[in-house]
């Protein structure tokens, strides 16, 4: 099974990107969706981050991610500790959920898929890249949020450039229709190199 990364930075448009793919067919793995869920459901995560952030971790039994997101906010540290607990559980997840594919290719969706090292897992990687304001703009649209704290998680995630330089394909993410072909024109080319068109 033929494993493409996708990433991009925050506000780069992964999600619109992998529901193009989506559309063509391809199996889409969402790294930060199955990351919470297993926040939920593993006995093991629960405990280990319980022990990282204190009994406010979890409220009601869900993770509350508000009070998460604030001890992040002010010391980076935690979430690479965090991110040590949680994505190698998420590892072990994509690989079950792989083996129960049943296409040419399927899709890994990770923000950070450069920052920890999982794109050495993957047989080719997408970047979806968009300029800086663009980014900012369609965040504040879409969450409640401010320009402080999108700026501080862009800045603990690799520059669009160091990515690029990694990757084998790059889709700019400016235009809705012009992504959309961009994907497909990708799409031909993952199934050509391994003689499937």
Known sequence: MIVVGLTGGIGSGKTTVAK??????????ISDEEAKKLMHTSKIIRKQLLGLFGENAYVNNELNRPFIADIIFKNETYLQKMNAIVHPKVATHFKKWV???????????????????????????????????????RLLTRNPTTREKI?????????????????????????????????????????????KL
């Open 99 to 137: 083996s129960k594919q049943h296409t040419e290719y399927v899709i890994k969706e990770a923000a950070i898929l450069f920052e920890n090292n999982g794109y050495k897992q993957c047989d080719f990687v997408i970047t979806v890249t968009a300029p800086k304001d663009v980014k900012i703009e």
């Open 151 to 195: 700026e501080t998680v862009m800045n603990n995630q690799w520059p669009d450039e160091d990515k690029v330089k990694l990757s084998d394909f790059v889709i700019e993410n400016i235009d809705l229709e012009d992504t959309k072909e961009q994907v497909l024109k990708i799409h031909h080319e993952i199934l050509k190199h391994y003689g």
């Open 20 to 29: 193009a793919f989506h559309m063509l067919g391809v199996p889409i793995y």
